[in-house]
């Protein structure tokens, strides 16, 4: 096992395909979070993970329960790529009004786990325009604090770029 770096940080980028379309966020108080993340039901997303130090290494991600493997696009000293897709076919549309906790998680080598919750609204395809309101986002970004047990890594901010 080697050292286990003082901070972590993760940034997540979303794209729906196949044109590498932006995804966008709506803010406003009145659900649980303040960010809703607006993501179309059948569609599929690229997701691009740029983890820093890169001497650390992702295995797996998940997002609301689907598995998205990911594949290592590129590695040096100061960071590590990589690449997957987040397919949304069958699951079921946001109720109008509400929002959709989702858990999204990252298993790393030796550091631990990644664990945090997306608060979502899921459109149906016909109601596409809707996912396009709000303010798109690049990335998200987060630092992250590993522990010596290796377990769950403490999120210290997280950042919508």
Known sequence: MGDIPSLVKISVSLRIQPNDGAVYFKVGQRFGQNRTIKL???AKY????AL???TVQATTMGI???NVPL???SRDAQVASYTGIYDTEGVPHTKSGERQPIQVNMQFNDIGTFETVWQVKFYNYHKRDHCQWG???GSIEYECKPNE??????INKETFH
């Not at 690229?46 to 993970?49: A, F, H, P, Q, T």
């Not at 047990?149 to 403490?154: A, I």
């Open 52 to 54: 820093r130090p890169g």
């Open 64 to 66: 609301g329960g689907v």
């Open 149 to 154: 047990t290796r377990s769950l890594m403490w």
């Open 71 to 73: 594949e290592e696009k």
């Open 46 to 49: 690229k997701i691009d993970i």
């Open 40 to 42: 179309l039901t059948g």
């Open 135 to 137: 303010n798109s986002f």
